[in-house]
């Protein structure tokens, strides 16, 4: 049962355009969301999150949207750059049940930004 | 501040061995998970701890285990390594497990 999913495995982009990443969730208890990036070889690294009482946070070239009703959230990222091709993860987690004390990931889309 | 240092890097076993694999969290950190990343599967909750206590696990067989110790440093074990037990193990600490976790490298456990 996938509580986290991101559908699209992959994603090409031209440098300079803007890339949008997608994640929808199912479970209704998640209240904190959380986009991390990731490169052959290193673990993941913070990018950005939201709390559910908020709908959108900037920071930089990073934007985070969320739609509660339709439990789906995108990450935005504007100028893309040609550093920013990387995995990008989604993830998810609750203060009930068992999505305490963990994130829930999806699993990951493939960024390509091209010069 | 240091970040998340995890050791060994790379580790080659045979199957039917078992492993054990370390993590060093952030300076204040007392919170430390563990997540297996394989291709196609994403990361997968392995447990959580923390001052020492497992406060939640994840849908893994019990070959898989853990511990913390007093200095928030975290051990995890696998006994009896199988195939599919080949992935990345990745460490993550926080000083709330629901919040920003901050990940090291990662093991990447081979099984021959």
């Known amino acids: 049962d996938q509580q986290v999913k991101q559908n699209s495995p992959s994603l090409s982009v031209q440098e300079g355009r803007i890339s949008i990443l997608n994640c929808d969730y199912t479970?209704?208890?998640?209240?904190?969301f959380l986009w991390y990036k990731k490169y052959p070889a290193e673990g993941p690294t913070f990018l950005i999150s939201i709390s559910s009482i908020k709908d959108k946070n900037e920071d930089g070239r990073f934007t985070v949207f969320l739609n509660k009703s339709a439990k789906h959230l995108s990450l935005h990222i504007v100028p893309s750059q040609p550093g920013d091709s990387a995995v990008y993860f989604c993830a998810a987690s609750g203060h009930s049940g068992g999505s305490n004390y963990k994130l829930t990931f999806g699993k990951g889309t493939l960024l390509t930004v091209n010069p | 501040k240091a970040g998340v240092t995890q050791t060994p890097r790379y580790l080659i076993k045979t199957r039917g061995q078992q492993v054990t694999l370390s993590c060093s969290p952030i300076?204040?950190?007392?919170?430390v998970s563990w997540y297996q990343q394989t291709p196609g599967q994403g990361l997968q909750f392995l447990f959580e701890y923390f001052s020492e206590t497992q406060r939640n696990k994840g849908n893994f067989p019990g070959r898989f285990s853990g511990r913390q110790f007093s200095n928030s440093r975290s051990e995890m074990n696998v006994s009896t390594l199988e195939l599919g037990d080949s992935a990345l193990y990745l460490c993550a600490s926080s000083w709330d497990s629901s919040r920003e976790q901050y990940f090291g490298p990662g093991t990447r456990l081979t099984v021959t």
């Open positions: 300076s204040g950190h007392r919170s």
């Open positions: 479970n209704s208890m998640f209240d904190y």
